[in-house]
């Protein structure tokens, strides 16, 4: 996600809602304080197939805007393009 995102790329990054505190820890230590995660609710593991497909069609539309919108409010999308530029 962070070589990506550095070289330009938008990321959409999914955690379950209570790892938000670490999810968000871990953006800003890795240089992405700015950095907007998707949250879906937990737990994950024992959801059927089915259950898991309902969850991620609730955010479907999050990711694709993080994806493809340059106004996602993710790292990419934050960084100007001389930024870009200068790092790749």
Not at 16 to 36: K, N, V
């Amino acid at each position: 996600m962070v070589r990506l995102e550095r070289l330009g790329i938008p990321t959409a990054a999914v955690a379950t809602e209570p790892f938000t505190d670490e999810a968000l820890e871990q953006a800003r230590m890795l240089g992405m304080p700015d950095y907007r995660m998707v949250f879906v609710p937990h737990p994950v593991q024992l959801l059927s197939t089915e259950e898991l497909h309902e969850r991620a069609d609730r955010v479907f539309d999050q990711i694709v805007a993080r994806l493809t919108s340059s106004g996602s409010g993710g790292y990419a999308a934050s960084r100007s393009s001389s930024d870009r530029s200068s790092s790749a």
